[in-house]
Protein backbone atom coordinates (compact mmCIF):
# COMPACT_ATOMS: atom_id res chain seq x y z
CA UNK A 1 0.00 0.00 0.00
CA UNK A 2 1.37 3.24 -0.88
CA UNK A 3 1.98 5.86 2.04
CA UNK A 4 2.17 9.69 2.01
CA UNK A 5 4.36 10.70 4.86
CA UNK A 6 3.90 14.51 6.41
CA UNK A 7 7.53 15.63 7.74
CA UNK A 8 7.19 18.07 10.80
CA UNK A 9 3.67 19.21 9.18
CA UNK A 10 2.92 22.99 10.56
CA UNK A 11 -0.53 23.95 9.19
CA UNK A 12 -3.53 22.54 9.81
CA UNK A 13 -5.47 23.31 7.37
CA UNK A 14 -3.09 21.55 5.05
CA UNK A 15 -2.66 17.98 7.29
CA UNK A 16 -6.64 17.55 7.34
CA UNK A 17 -7.04 18.05 3.61
CA UNK A 18 -4.29 15.40 3.04
CA UNK A 19 -5.90 13.56 6.32
CA UNK A 20 -9.46 13.73 4.08
CA UNK A 21 -7.24 12.61 0.63
CA UNK A 22 -6.17 9.79 2.36
CA UNK A 23 -9.80 8.42 3.03
CA UNK A 24 -11.06 9.09 -0.04
CA UNK A 25 -8.57 7.13 -2.11
CA UNK A 26 -7.58 4.31 0.62
CA UNK A 27 -3.94 5.24 1.34
CA UNK A 28 -1.98 5.62 4.85
CA UNK A 29 -0.85 8.67 5.99
CA UNK A 30 2.16 9.18 8.12
CA UNK A 31 2.58 12.17 10.52
CA UNK A 32 6.02 12.46 11.97
CA UNK A 33 6.12 14.92 14.98
CA UNK A 34 6.69 17.52 15.98
CA UNK A 35 3.57 19.34 14.65
CA UNK A 36 3.10 23.27 14.37
CA UNK A 37 -0.16 22.84 15.88
CA UNK A 38 -2.34 20.50 18.47
CA UNK A 39 -3.55 17.57 17.06
CA UNK A 40 -7.21 18.76 18.22
CA UNK A 41 -7.14 22.11 16.16
CA UNK A 42 -10.23 23.23 14.72
CA UNK A 43 -8.56 24.18 11.62
CA UNK A 44 -7.33 21.06 11.22
CA UNK A 45 -11.05 19.14 11.54
CA UNK A 46 -12.77 21.90 9.30
CA UNK A 47 -10.52 20.80 6.35
CA UNK A 48 -10.38 17.03 7.34
CA UNK A 49 -14.00 17.08 8.21
CA UNK A 50 -15.43 13.49 9.46
CA UNK A 51 -12.88 11.89 6.92
CA UNK A 52 -10.14 12.65 9.46
CA UNK A 53 -12.19 9.46 11.21
CA UNK A 54 -12.11 7.29 8.09
CA UNK A 55 -8.33 7.96 7.46
CA UNK A 56 -5.22 5.25 7.76
CA UNK A 57 -2.99 7.24 9.90
CA UNK A 58 -0.32 7.27 12.28
CA UNK A 59 1.18 9.82 14.38
CA UNK A 60 4.84 8.66 14.85
CA UNK A 61 7.04 10.69 17.77
CA UNK A 62 9.95 11.39 15.82
CA UNK A 63 11.51 10.84 12.26
CA UNK A 64 14.06 8.01 13.59
CA UNK A 65 10.91 5.86 15.25
CA UNK A 66 9.25 6.56 11.64
CA UNK A 67 12.74 5.19 9.75
CA UNK A 68 12.93 2.02 12.46
CA UNK A 69 9.71 0.82 11.64
CA UNK A 70 9.25 1.00 8.07
CA UNK A 71 13.00 0.18 7.62
CA UNK A 72 13.36 -1.81 3.67
CA UNK A 73 10.45 0.74 2.17
CA UNK A 74 11.48 2.97 -0.36
CA UNK A 75 11.35 6.47 0.57
CA UNK A 76 10.48 9.27 -1.79
CA UNK A 77 11.13 12.89 -0.94
CA UNK A 78 9.03 15.33 -2.89
CA UNK A 79 11.51 18.99 -3.21
CA UNK A 80 11.51 21.83 -5.34
CA UNK A 81 15.06 21.47 -6.15
CA UNK A 82 15.78 21.51 -10.29
CA UNK A 83 18.43 18.90 -9.56
CA UNK A 84 16.04 16.11 -9.07
CA UNK A 85 13.97 13.71 -11.02
CA UNK A 86 10.21 15.00 -12.13
CA UNK A 87 7.42 13.37 -10.56
CA UNK A 88 6.33 11.71 -13.49
CA UNK A 89 9.41 10.06 -14.80
CA UNK A 90 10.17 8.33 -11.54
CA UNK A 91 8.82 4.33 -11.46
CA UNK A 92 6.45 4.17 -7.85
CA UNK A 93 6.48 0.91 -6.61
CA UNK A 94 3.15 0.19 -4.70
CA UNK A 95 4.71 -0.03 -0.73
CA UNK A 96 6.50 3.82 -1.94
CA UNK A 97 6.36 6.04 1.03
CA UNK A 98 6.00 9.87 -0.77
CA UNK A 99 7.40 12.07 1.87
CA UNK A 100 6.59 16.02 2.31
CA UNK A 101 8.76 18.21 4.26
CA UNK A 102 7.91 20.69 6.84
CA UNK A 103 5.83 23.86 4.96
CA UNK A 104 8.20 26.10 6.97
CA UNK A 105 11.73 24.38 6.49
CA UNK A 106 11.86 21.13 4.48
CA UNK A 107 13.71 18.37 5.80
CA UNK A 108 16.57 19.41 8.32
CA UNK A 109 19.33 18.24 6.78
CA UNK A 110 20.18 15.28 8.62
CA UNK A 111 17.34 13.59 7.79
CA UNK A 112 16.85 14.65 4.39
CA UNK A 113 20.46 12.70 3.86
CA UNK A 114 18.35 9.56 4.90
CA UNK A 115 15.58 9.83 2.30
CA UNK A 116 17.20 7.88 -0.83
CA UNK A 117 15.09 8.98 -3.39
CA UNK A 118 13.73 12.72 -4.75
CA UNK A 119 11.15 13.67 -6.99
CA UNK A 120 10.46 17.60 -8.25
CA UNK A 121 6.92 18.82 -10.00
CA UNK A 122 8.70 20.45 -12.53
CA UNK A 123 7.12 24.67 -12.92
CA UNK A 124 7.79 27.61 -14.49
CA UNK A 125 11.37 29.06 -13.16
CA UNK A 126 9.95 32.11 -11.94
CA UNK A 127 8.47 29.92 -9.52
CA UNK A 128 9.09 28.95 -5.83
CA UNK A 129 6.92 26.45 -4.68
CA UNK A 130 3.26 25.06 -4.47
CA UNK A 131 0.96 24.42 -1.60
CA UNK A 132 2.37 21.15 0.31
CA UNK A 133 -1.00 19.28 0.04
CA UNK A 134 -1.63 20.05 -3.87
CA UNK A 135 2.13 19.00 -4.57
CA UNK A 136 1.47 15.89 -2.43
CA UNK A 137 -2.17 15.30 -4.50
CA UNK A 138 -0.09 15.73 -7.80
CA UNK A 139 2.93 13.14 -7.19
CA UNK A 140 0.25 10.40 -5.30
CA UNK A 141 -1.99 10.79 -8.67
CA UNK A 142 0.67 9.97 -10.57
CA UNK A 143 2.40 7.32 -8.07
CA UNK A 144 -1.12 6.11 -8.44
CA UNK A 145 -1.77 5.85 -12.08
CA UNK A 146 1.46 4.30 -12.39
CA UNK A 147 0.04 1.14 -10.20
CA UNK A 148 -3.41 1.15 -11.06
CA UNK A 149 -3.87 2.07 -7.33
CA UNK A 150 -7.33 3.93 -8.21
CA UNK A 151 -10.16 2.74 -6.32
CA UNK A 152 -12.76 1.06 -8.85
Not at 4 to 24: D, E, F, K, V
Not at 68 to 77: D, E, F, P
Not at 93 to 105: A, K, L
Request: net charge neutral; hydrophobic share 40%; glycine share 4%.
Amino acid sequence: MLHIALYHPQIPQNTGTLMRLSSCLGVKIDLIRPFGFLFDDKKLKRAGMDYISTANYEIHDSFELFLKKYSGRRLIALEANNEHTPHYSFKYQDDDIIMVGSEHYGFLDTDFAKIPYCVKIPMLPERRSLNMAIATTIVLSEAMSQLRMFPK
